[in-house]
């Protein structure tokens, strides 16, 4: 199927993953506030998009599209290093297996990076995913 830059930053802002709270749809990222209560949220930074020379014998251009699914799980300062690795490591797997899902479906090639951090004020859990031909 082949798919647009919008459809991609879309089913990955709708990637379903176990254990977050609230998903911000593609129009809605990234969010200008976050509450606690909706923590874990989930939300896409577009990352850009590329055409490459075409690929030998389709005569198609070699489009690459990239972007970052962000899971913020709280702000700094709240429990203990410990118990925020347990639930970032958590939403890892979970993360993995929602890209699985939502990432398999395109004639391209999904590859991603999943990492653990901070983000700003907020420990976070993001996956840099990239579509290519």
């Known amino acids: 199927m ?4 919008s ?4 089913a990955l ?9 609230r998903q911000f749809t593609l129009s809605q990222s990234p ?7 909706d923590l874990p949220a989930s939300f896409v930074i577009p ?12 005569g198609q ?5 990239r972007g970052t699914l962000v899971i913020i799980i709280q702000p700094d300062g709240q429990d203990t290093a410990p118990a925020n690795y347990a639930v970032a490591v958590s939403l890892m797997d979970a993360l993995h297996t929602g890209l699985q899902s939502s990432m398999t479906m395109y004639d391209m090639t ?9 983000r700003g004020d907020y420990w976070a859990v ?6 290519q031909e």
Request: proline share 5%; no cysteine; charged share 10%.
């Open 2 to 5: 082949a798919t647009t830059y």
């Open 7 to 10: 459809s991609f930053l879309s």
């Open 13 to 21: 802002a709708g990637t379903t993953v176990s254990g977050v709270t």
């Open 31 to 37: 969010p200008t506030t976050l509450d606690t209560a």
């Open 47 to 58: 990352g850009g998009s590329e055409n490459a020379a075409p690929v030998a014998f389709s």
């Open 61 to 65: 251009m070699g489009r690459t599209f």
């Open 110 to 118: 999904p590859t991603w990076a999943i990492r653990e951090g901070h």
């Open 126 to 131: 993001w996956a840099e995913v990239t579509l």
